[in-house]
T-cell receptor
Framework: AQSVSQHNHHVILSEAASLELGCNYS??????LFWYVQYPGQHLQLLLK??????LVKGIKGFEAEFIKSKFSFNLRKPSVQWSDTAEYFC??????????FGAGTTVTVRA | NAGVTQTPKFQVLKTGQSMTLQCAQD?????MSWYRQDPGMGLRLIHY???????DQGEVPNGYNVSRSTTEDFPLRLLSAAPSQTSVYFC????????????FGQGTRLTVV
């Protein structure tokens, strides 16, 4: 079974700062990769996904992620964060064994 | 289109009580799953189903039962609630196993006292 590691537990930023969240996974086969966001008190929403093709994926709200197969990584980036980006971010991996595995999550706090 | 609907949103149980968390989806998705979310641990898979009549265990199945009699519904049963089951529970569904995203319900916050 695959495992997912998110590097940062809590990130605190000021508005307009750049954000990068690390994600590594352990599965060696074909994978689907996701970043989900959970705003306070809400359910998980999909930010972006990678299935195949261009390893640089663009999602909603200005987020993007890069799949680097050789590093088993799928890092999330945003050039300039806003206060409304305060949320918890989850990396998830599907290795085709019917089990979508999540990382522990990164809490992002953006200060106005 | 309602998507994935979970009920109830909040529940308090006493230790030893049983209850069922309901999950329904109206997207004709074959794959459904239940997760629990605990601080610092992300989401952990409890049980999943790849279609009506087929269920299997996930990462943390102990203390929970599921059934899938229809495509739409996937209830999660707590047999005898324990304080360790205090958590937020999410139901999810997707069209298939690969190359598709999972849609999540709003969650059920369960407290066992």
């Amino acid at each position: 079974a695959q495992s997912v590691s998110q590097h940062n537990h809590h990130v605190i930023l000021s508005e307009a700062a750049s954000l990068e969240l690390g994600c590594n996974y352990s599965y060696g086969g074909t994978v689907n990769l996701f970043w989900y966001v959970q705003y306070p008190g809400q359910h998980l929403q999909l930010l972006l996904k990678y299935f195949s093709g261009d390893p640089l994926v663009k999602g909603i709200k200005g987020f993007e992620a890069e799949f680097i197969k050789s590093k088993f990584s799928f890092n999330l980036r945003k050039p300039s964060v806003q206060w409304s980006d305060t949320a918890e971010y989850f990396c998830a991996v599907n290795g085709g064994d019917y089990k979508l595995s999540f990382g522990a999550g990164t809490t992002v706090t953006v200060r106005a | 289109n309602a998507g994935v609907t979970q009920t109830p949103k909040f529940q308090v149980l006493k230790t030893g009580q049983s209850m069922t968390l309901q999950c329904a989806q109206d997207m004709n998705h074959e794959y459904m799953s239940w997760y629990r979310q605990d601080p610092g641990m992300g989401l952990r898979l409890i049980h999943y189903s790849v279609g009506a009549g087929i269920t299997d265990q996930g990462e943390v199945p102990n203390g929970y039962n599921v059934s899938r009699s229809t495509t739409e519904d996937f209830p999660l049963r707590l047999l005898s609630a324990a304080p360790s089951q205090t958590s937020v529970y999410f139901c999810a569904s997707s069209y298939s196993v690969m190359n598709t995203e999972a849609f999540f319900g709003q969650g059920t916050r369960l407290t066992v006292v």
